[in-house]
């Protein structure tokens, strides 16, 4: 008798469990295995596949896309004017901030005017990942419009990463603009701002006057070429 009751509640134990497993199965989130499921490469890429079977992916979008970013200043005028026209319904149409920060990064290398009409659109873009990327490309075009939108960028962003991000740019720009607007910067009362302001100051100007900012106003004042009497020799 004894036995006969063990082995029922062994029994009883086991559907137990199997009815138990069975309802976290079913239950959110695909049951226990979810968190193997997500970590798996073979159910992403599952995923992935019956995904493609509808149309291209969000993966393969951003693959192709950075792709583009990579190859896109190689290619012939009418071709970066073929793109540049995918590139802006990209920047002003889509959802996702990472498919507008490779449009950015794109829209950086080609060459031609439109360059900067693309770009400002990510400096006004409300991803911050996306109006650094837009502060990054516009150091590789150093000219008096692009220099403008980044000392627009130093004097008016709140968010501390894109305002650096903006100030870094500028060492690349070797003009009076940039210049001012770095030198106006050095008033931050962030110590770190103040350092990569001076370490910016050093690439546009090709001067070293130390870490000093107070020693940088002053010189950086005595050769204002909007000044009276001053010649502008810092740049020279």
Not at 16 to 28: D, E, N, P, R
Request: negative net charge; glycine residues 6%; hydrophobic residues 35%.
């Amino acid at each position: 008798m004894t036995i006969c009751r063990k082995r029922i509640t062994f029994s009883s134990g086991i559907s137990f469990l199997i009815a138990s497993m069975l309802c976290c199965l079913g239950g959110c989130q695909d049951g226990p295995l979810y968190a193997l499921k997500a970590v798996n490469p073979y159910f992403v890429m599952k995923e992935w596949r019956e995904d493609e079977a509808y149309g291209v992916t969000d993966h393969e979008r951003r693959q192709q896309l950075a792709k583009l970013a990579d190859s896109i200043e190689f290619y012939p005028n009418d071709r970066q004017e073929y793109w540049a026209s995918h590139l802006q319904q990209i920047l002003e149409n889509d959802d996702s901030a990472e498919m507008r920060r490779l449009a950015v990064l794109a829209s950086g290398k080609i060459k031609s005017d439109r360059n900067l009409a693309l770009i400002e659109k990510g400096l006004d873009d409300d991803s911050v990942k996306v109006r650094m990327e837009a502060c990054r490309a516009l150091s590789r075009i150093d000219n008096e419009p692009s220099s403008r939108l980044l000392a627009s960028m130093v004097g008016k962003e709140s968010n501390q990463d894109v305002r650096n991000a903006a100030i870094q740019s500028l060492a690349k720009h070797k003009n009076a603009i940039s210049v001012n607007s770095l030198r106006l910067a050095l008033s931050d009362r962030n110590p770190a701002t103040r350092d990569l302001t001076i370490e910016s100051l050093r690439g546009a100007t090709g001067k070293d006057l130390g870490n000093d900012p107070d020693v940088w106003i002053a010189e950086l004042e005595k050769n204002d070429p909007n000044e009276p009497n001053n010649s502008g020799t810092m740049l020279r």
